[in-house]
C-alpha cells in the first residue's frame, strides 16, 4: 500500500531534473504523482484516474521528458487535451519541468489560432506537441505534422474528450503514431466509453486511481428544494440574498445554460454562458469578462468548465445536482481555496434526491438545508459586477503591451491606476478592465485620444456593435 506523501527524490529521475523540481518547489508528490511515477517512468501504459488540480501534468509531464532525446528534432511527445485553455496549461507547466534540459521545444497546436503561423512553427521542428484532436488531425491530412517518431502519446481529460465527439478524431490521430509507442490516458472520472477508448488504444495498462479529495470544510454547504418550473428564477432570488461578487453556475445541458442566461439577464444581472458551442473566440472573450470580475454570474457545463482556474471564487449553485457524487466535488471545489471561505448553493428537485444522498455518502455528512422563501433580497440595490471590459483593435501584432495601455490610461487619458484592472493582450486585440462608474468616459477619451501614437478603435465588450 502507498503512504502519502513522497519525496520526488525517490524516482528515478535525472540530477539535473531533481534540482528543477526542488527549484519550482515540487517536493512531496501528490496521491496521483506517487501511485503514477514509477510505473509511467518505466514504460508502462497507463491509466489514471484523478481530479482536475490533482498534479496530473506533472504526472504525465515528467515520464514523457524522461523519455525524450533533445538532440534529436522530432516530435517524441504528443498531448491531446480536449480545448485550448487547458493545452496553453499544459504546455505552460512542460516548459518549467523541461528547464532541467538544454532546448527542449515545445508547441501548442490548437483550433481558434492561424493554421499558417503552426505551419511555420512545425517546419523548425519540435520534441513535445501539446494540441486539440481537430487541429492536430488537420496538419497530418496536410502532412505538416510528422508522428513517426513518436514514444509517448498523452490522452489528457479523456472523458471529457469523450463528451465532445472527438473519439474517431483520436482514432485517427492514433493511427498515424507507431504501434510500440508508451499510451498515458487520464480521466477525472470513468464512463464507459472511457474504458472503450483504453481498450482501442492501449497495450496492457496498469490503472491507478487518486481517491477524490473530500470538500474542504470552509466551503458552506446549503441546499434547497425547488420545483423544475421555479429552478431558474431560484437562481436570480440567491444571487439577490447571498449577493456574491462572482459565482459559477452549474447546468446539466447546454439548454439549461442559454436559458438561465436569458432570465438572469432578464433581471438585470450580468450573466454569460460557457457551453460547448461556443467558437473559441467567443469563449475567450467570455473568461475574459468573468476573470475581469466584469459579468457576475457565469453559467456553464461540467464539460465547458473542466480545466478552468478560477482564482477567488464566492460562489458556486449547482443548478442542476450533478449526475455523480464525485463530478459535485469538483464543481463546489472552485470555491473556497487558498483557505479562504466558500459558499456552495444547491438546487435539488424531488427527483434528485437520490443524488443528494450519493453526495452526502460520499462527504460523510449531511447537506444543511434552508426554505427557499427565506432568501429575501438583501438590498434594492442591482447586483452589477464591480469592472467593465473594454475591447480595443489592436494587439500583439501591432506591438502593444501591457504597459502601453496602462501608460495611455494613466497618462493622457487622466485616470488613476486604481481604477484600472486586469489588461489581457492577445493577437489582434487587447481588453482591458475599468471600473464600471468609469468605463464610458474610458471610452471616449482613448478614442479621441492615441495609443503608442495612432488612433485605435475602442468599445465596451457588453456593447453589441461590433468594431470590425
Known sequence: MNTFPQSFAVLPLSAAMQANLAQLGF???????????????????????????????????????????????????????????????VAEVLRQLARAAENIKILTVCGGVPMRNQIASLEFGAHVIVGTPGRILDHLERGTLDLSQLNTLVLDEADRMLDMGFVEDIATVVKAAPKNRQTLLFSATWPEGVAGLAQRFMRDPQ?????????PRQIQQIAFEVSEGDRLHAVSQLLLHYRP????????????????????????????ALHGELEQRERDQVLIQFTNSSCSVLVATDVAARGLDIAELECVINVDIAADAESHLHRIGRTGRAGAEGLALNLASLDEMGRIGRIEQLLGYALKWKPLAEMTAASKAPLLPAMDTLQILGGKKEKIRRGDILGALTGEAGFEAAQIGKIHVTDFHCYVAVERSIAREVVKRL????????????????????LD
Do not use: W, Y
Request: hydrophobic residues 45%.
Open 27 to 89: 517536493t512531496e508528490m501528490t496521491a496521483i504523482q506517487a501511485l503514477s511515477l514509477r510505473k509511467s517512468l518505466a514504460g508502462t501504459d497507463l491509466i489514471a484516474q484523478a481530479q482536475t488540480g490533482s498534479g496530473k501534468t506533472v504526472a504525465f509531464g515528467l515520464s514523457l521528458l524522461h523519455r525524450l532525446d533533445a538532440s534529436r528534432m522530432n516530435v517524441q511527445s504528443l498531448v491531446l487535451c480536449p480545448t485550448r485553455e487547458l493545452a496553453d496549461q
Open 207 to 215: 490503472t491507478v486511481k487518486a481517491e477524490a479529495a473530500a470538500a
Open 245 to 272: 461578487a462572482r459565482t459559477l453556475a452549474f447546468c446539466n445541458t447546454r439548454q439549461q445554460c442559454r436559458d438561465l442566461v436569458d432570465v438572469l439577464q432578464a433581471q438585470g444581472i450580468v450573466a454569460l
Open 447 to 466: 478614442s479621441d485620444g492615441k495609443l503608442k501614437g495612432r488612433k485605435v478603435k475602442v468599445r465596451r465588450l457588453a456593447d453589441l456593435a461590433p
